[in-house]
């Protein structure tokens, strides 16, 4: 089998090195291929490239490297999030105020921390390399003067290194984009409630002195039983 001379495709973008042979026993082209289109063909009912001629072989190649590339490519939708729950451990530290604050992971902290974050993306996956591409904004409202969010499910050309793998990711449905939205808005409401009593002391001890009263009178109900 002689070999004839080397070629470059490009596969996804990127420049692959052919060499083509010539085998005259059987008198045709053929092509070693990179490992990807060998593994390719593997797990695929397509045969080898080959040709009479060596244009032939290179229209072959080709087509092959069309269908690899549409096949290769898995595209969906899914919910990127992050969850932190900054809950503090108070441990004894005479040496500092009687008391030290540290997070979970036993670092120091200066205050408890909550973070919550979610993102609709479309996620593409090339040949197990996988990339996410954010979706695109809504209109601008005018009246609330807020961004709306696009439900249609448009997205960016250029991906996203917001996330990546470790990030913690769910196939997305309208009702768990649904979930994700409504629990954000209920930690963003306690958070300003949160702010507001730590703002005016006075109209927290009015809610805990309220509280008080009101277990003070269903003790002092008569039991019904």
Same mark, same amino acid.
């Given at each position: ?134 979706? $695109? %904004?809504?209109?601008?409202? /005018? !009246?609330?003067?807020?961004?709306? #969010?696009?439900?249609? &499910?448009?997205? *960016? ?17 309208? $009702? %768990?984009?649904?979930?994700? /939205? !409504?629990?954000?808005?209920?930690? #963003?409401?306690?958070? &300003?409630?949160? *702010? ?30």
């Amino acid at each position: 089998m002689a070999k004839i001379r080397k070629e470059l495709f490009r596969v996804f973008g990127k420049n692959e090195e052919f060499t083509i042979h010539y085998t005259a026993k059987r008198a045709q082209f053929r092509a070693d291929l990179p490992e990807c289109l060998v593994r390719f063909l593997e797990i695929s009912d397509r045969d080898e490239p080959t040709g009479k001629s060596e244009e032939e072989l290179v229209k072959n190649i080709k087509d092959l490297i069309s269908f690899y590339e549409k096949a290769a490519v898995k595209e969906r939708i899914v919910i990127a999030y992050k969850a932190r729950w900054g809950s503090k451990n108070i441990v004894e530290n005479y040496s500092n105020w009687g008391r030290l604050e540290k997070d979970e992971e036993g670092r120091c902290c200066d205050e408890a921390k909550i973070s919550f974050e979610y993102e609709v993306l479309l996620e593409r996956d090339v040949d197990g390399k996988k990339k996410w591409y954010q979706r $695109e %904004r809504g209109e601008y409202d /005018e !009246d609330k003067h807020i961004w709306v #969010e696009n439900k249609e &499910n448009v997205f *960016k050309d250029h991906e996203t290194n917001q996330w990546d793998a470790e990030s913690d990711m769910i196939e997305w449905t309208p $009702e %768990r984009e649904k979930f994700m /939205e !409504d629990l954000y808005a209920a930690l #963003e409401l306690l958070i &300003n409630k949160l *702010k507001g009593f730590t703002a005016k002391p006075e109209l927290l001890l009015a809610v805990v002195d309220r509280g008080f009263r009101q277990l003070e009178n269903k003790s002092n109900e008569p039991d019904k039983s």
